[in-house]
T-cell receptor
Framework: GNSVTQMEGPVTLSEEAFLTINCTYT??????LFWYVQYPGEGLQLLLK?????DKGSNKGFEATYRKETTSFHLEKGSVQVSDSAVYFC????????????FGQGTRLTINP | DAGVIQSPRHEVTEMGQEVTLRCKPI?????LFWYRQTMMRGLELLIY????????DSGMPEDRFSAKMPNASFSTLKIQPSEPRDSAVYFC???FGHGDQPQHFGDGTRLSIL
């Protein structure tokens, strides 16, 4: 079945550091890929998405490129801020059939000033 | 626009009591999802509906859990009887269209069973 594997956290960085959170997936067909972010005490929010190979999703300075050849969708940001501290989830969905998402286990990110 | 609305935000009750969680999806969305989040197990999909019909309930832990969606604007998740191991944050999410559309999450219900 479909699955998503994220790099284990927690990840702690200093402000203005470069961020990479790795995400790889296993899927049949051509899934859409998503990154969600969860701030303390809140639900998950969509951060960015990509629906086909070589698409790049971007939002709030974060980027991720859909790499079919490596089955990856790594999240990157060039200069993180304290406000980026949150839990980040990688997810995939089957575009053709069911709308349910398969989530990775989440990566907790803490940014120190 | 109003997002997904869940109630209550917090619930504390004693073991054995019935618990009902409520969700109002975004107007116009045709799919609704119930999730449970714990430190140990992460985010788990419990059940989801499409056009008010349950499509996949394989994530429902046991018969103590039940979910209904009587119309397009309301869903409930019920636990009867509740147990301490049911303590978690329960999220409702909704979406529209096919799988390339994102899900929109509510802020969750934090449930504590004493």
């Amino acid at each position: 079945g479909n699955s998503v594997t994220q790099m284990e956290g927690p990840v702690t960085l200093s402000e203005e550091a470069f961020l990479t959170i790795n995400c790889t997936y296993t899927a049949t067909g051509y899934p859409s890929l998503f990154w969600y972010v969860q701030y303390p005490g809140e639900g998950l929010q969509l951060l960015l998405k990509a629906t086909k190979a070589d698409d790049k999703g971007s939002n709030k300075g974060f980027e991720a490129t859909y790499r079919k050849e490596t089955t990856s969708f790594h999240l990157e940001k060039g200069s993180v801020q304290v406000s980026d501290s949150a839990v980040y989830f990688c997810a995939l969905s089957d575009r053709v059939g069911a709308q349910k998402l398969v989530f990775g286990q989440g990566t907790r990110l803490t940014i120190n000033p | 626009d109003a997002g997904v609305i869940q109630s209550p935000r917090h619930e504390v009750t004693e073991m054995g009591q019935e618990v009902t969680l409520r969700c109002k999806p975004i107007s116009g969305h045709n799919s609704l999802f119930w999730y449970r989040q714990t430190m140990m197990r992460g985010l788990e999909l419990l059940i989801y509906f499409n056009n008010n019909v349950p499509i996949d309930d394989s994530g429902m832990p046991e018969d103590r859990f039940s979910a209904k969606m009587p119309n397009a604007s309301f869903s409930t998740l019920k636990i009867q009887p509740s147990e301490p191991r049911d303590s978690a944050v329960y999220f409702c999410a909704s979406s529209f269209g096919h799988g390339d559309q994102p899900q929109h999450f509510g802020d969750g219900t934090r449930l504590s069973i004493l």
